[in-house]
């Protein structure tokens, strides 16, 4: 569990109750069904309750959770402290002038995002998004996302930027690493300077934070563990009882993935991918190499 309540944020409180209330559920043996029935619940509301998905939580609702599961008081002080945090404060991404431009998923993947302490990144199309530059954040929703309004496109950069801070938090920053296609660093996306300066970021932003690692997986590897497309899979604090979760999106839908089946699935994908690829050094001398050619 959380031992500082006081300065968690309010996306691991949610994350840390939810899961402390499954797996109080699990030991008491009960079904999500049995629980929704008991307290006149829908389905979807305990659901919610265990996913983190709910930006505000109600005490009412933990301490009736805590008195059915059997929670010694300690358990239900802590969970009723976590509740306290999502009425109290709120994560960036809550706020009024974003919520209308992010999809309730990728607000899910924010709090993971947020509160995770390991993320492994592989992209087959875009430079990730942790390291793109605003001008080429910019250019892929203008240009990828027809029908956005200028205000929904400033908005998204906003998002985008804003995310880029778990990178630097002081607090235990993200340790990301993040698999390129090489194709990525040839496709010229808003011109070639735009790609000189979006190619110079990452081979800065790399060099700059020892907590990040990149690599490029070559055109000479030919078939690979990636080729069905960019997932993340993200890794939470040992303190934490949160299990390793995967995410993935496409142009319609995207969703998060809890079943230990997929995280094995797509956790041997990146360690193989992982394999073919050169080492940081070599891969960064491949980006410096496309930064000269892009003229």
């Known amino acids: 569990m959380i031992t500082d309540i006081e300065s968690a944020t309010p996306a691991l409180c949610r994350l840390q109750l939810g899961s402390e209330l499954r797996r109080l559920r699990l030991h008491a043996g009960l079904a999500g069904s049995q629980v929704a029935r008991r307290l006149l619940w829908s389905p979807s509301k305990l659901t919610r309750l265990e996913t983190g998905e709910n930006s505000v939580v109600e005490q009412t609702d933990v301490m009736a959770l805590c008195e059915m599961y059997g929670a010694d008081s300690e358990t239900q002080a802590q969970l009723m402290g976590y509740a306290a945090v999502t009425k109290t404060r709120k994560d960036w991404w809550q706020s009024p002038e974003y919520r209308p431009v992010i999809r309730p998923v990728f607000k899910a993947f924010l709090g993971l995002e947020a509160t995770a302490s390991t993320l492994h990144n592989y992209e087959a199309e875009f430079v990730p998004g942790l390291l793109q530059t605003e001008a080429y954040v910019r250019v892929i929703h203008e240009r990828a996302h027809h029908g956005l309004s200028a205000e929904e496109v400033n908005r998204l950069v906003e998002v985008r930027m804003m995310r880029q801070e778990v990178l630097r938090r002081q607090d235990n920053p993200l340790k990301y690493t993040a698999i390129i296609n090489q194709a990525v660093l040839h496709r010229p996306v808003g011109g070639a300077d735009l790609m000189r300066r979006q190619l110079t970021h990452i081979v800065e932003t ?87 050619e892009h003229q």
Do not use: C
């Open 206 to 292: 790399a060099e700059e934070l020892p907590t990040i690692r990149v690599q490029v997986v070559p055109y000479r590897v030919g078939a690979h563990a990636g080729m069905n497309g960019a997932f993340h899979v993200l890794r939470f604090p040992d303190g934490a009882a949160i299990k390793s979760i995967v995410y993935l999106e496409h142009l319609a839908d995207a969703w998060v993935s809890r079943r230990e089946g997929d995280v094995e699935r797509y956790e041997e994908a990146f360690t193989e991918l992982q394999a073919v690829a050169p080492g940081p050094r070599e891969s960064l001398t491949m980006i410096k190499k496309a930064i000269k």
